[in-house]
């Protein structure tokens, strides 16, 4: 498989950065498989991360691919621990086989919980959020006993969580859902997400909050990207 490494840099006041690598939408089952995606695996192992960020839709839609999924991301490794949310594809194909299998890879499944991430004098919390599809958001997971100047980052499946009103009191917001696009032969025709075509994928800032939408690796619909690559997304936060 072909894909592009993006690089970006937020940011969040820390003391010392953070390296997150963030994957989403492997979509596993219909048109990519655990071994066509070990490559994309590597470079993400490779990028030398912090912690990483799983972003939902890692199976297509069937309870059956999800432990392959699950096994492909199994071989993903950082000293601060590999998080993951789920997507509405995760939902389709049975929300607790996705997530006991991911568990079972030693991935930590945030749904509405938090972890505290500390990397010498830096530390952030880290927040999984539900997918807004199929769940419902606990905003006041992100925010009750937040502290000055600790970052919050959200990791959600759908970027449209960012535009609650309650998104400007979080710093980043990380999410998938979109595919950049993944077929854009003249310009981006279908965005399943609010922001549309004027923020498919990257990094924006909205209002107060940084938001960090990747394109992810897989496909929906039509077996093809065009234009729209596959992607390793490597943040460091500041």
């Avoid at 950065?17 to 990519?32: C, Q, Y």
């Avoid at 498989?33 to 912090?50: R, T």
């Avoid at 945030?110 to 807004?132: H, P, S, T």
Wanted: glycine share 10%; net charge negative.
């Amino acid at each position: 498989m072909q894909f592009k490494i993006r690089h970006e840099c937020i940011p969040l006041g820390l003391p010392e950065p953070m390296r997150i690598v963030a994957l989403s939408d492997l979509h596993i089952g219909s048109w990519l498989h655990a071994d066509d995606v070990e490559d994309v695996i590597k470079a993400a192992n490779d990028a030398s991360p912090d912690f990483i960020a799983l972003l939902g839709d890692y199976v297509m839609a069937s309870p059956e691919h999800a432990y392959e999924a699950a096994r492909a991301l199994g071989n993903l490794q950082a000293p601060l621990g590999v998080y993951a949310v789920l997507g509405n594809h995760d939902y389709w194909a049975g929300r607790e086989i996705m997530k006991e299998m991911l568990e079972r890879e030693g991935i930590q499944v945030l749904i509405n919980e938090r972890r505290r991430i500390v990397k010498g004098d830096a530390q952030l919390l880290l927040v999984g959020f539900d997918d807004i599809w199929w769940g419902i958001p606990a905003w006041r997971i992100a925010l009750d006993g937040s502290e000055s100047g600790v970052p919050v980052v959200v990791m959600v499946h759908n970027p449209d969580a960012a535009l609650d009103e309650r998104a400007q009191r979080v710093n980043l917001i990380l999410a998938g859902h979109t595919h950049g696009g993944q077929v854009n032969p003249f310009g981006r025709f279908v965005i399943p997400s609010r922001f549309g075509r004027q923020h498919p994928a990257g990094l924006t800032r909205h209002g107060n909050v940084w938001v960090f939408i990747t394109s992810g690796v897989g496909m929906v619909t039509l077996p093809i990207r065009f234009r729209c690559p596959p992607e390793v997304a490597v943040l460091e936060l500041m």
